[in-house]
């Protein structure tokens, strides 16, 4: 089992950056697939992008493909989503999640994670 807590987040203007990361506790870390996702208002969660376990392989949604950037520190337990050129549209909570594998494989698809943090806010204004 592993825990997770998201930070950052928080109101930036349009074209703004954020960078949101989320804490790991438990054993193994560096055995697990992470994610995040995001979900706006009214609107179902979504895939935000995604990296493997040892941090070589990582895949994006086209809706952020070039402006997002995610990151893990084995070694501190951490894995971070940098977010720059922010749009409006943007604007959702993004959750962490984990998968416990060793493939080496990406996930992005919600239900392959068992594992999520709270969420965090991110909030874009025009």
């Known amino acids: 089992q592993v825990q997770l807590v998201e930070s950052g987040g928080g109101l930036v203007q349009a074209g703004g950056s954020l960078r949101a990361s989320c804490a790991a506790s438990?054993?193994?870390?560096?055995?697990?697939?992470m994610g995040w996702f995001r979900e706006a208002p009214g609107k179902e969660r979504e895939f935000v992008a995604a990296i493997n376990w040892s941090g070589g392989s990582t895949v994006y949604a086209n809706s952020v493909k070039g402006r997002f950037t995610i990151s893990r520190d084995n070694a501190k337990n951490t894995v971070d989503l940098q977010m720059n050129s922010l749009k409006p549209e943007d604007t959702a909570v993004y959750y962490c999640a984990a998968r416990s594998y060793t493939s080496g494989d990406v996930y992005t698809a919600e239900y392959e994670y068992p594992y999520w943090g709270q969420g965090t806010q991110v909030t874009v204004s025009s």
């Open positions: 438990g054993r193994t870390f560096s055995s697990y697939a």
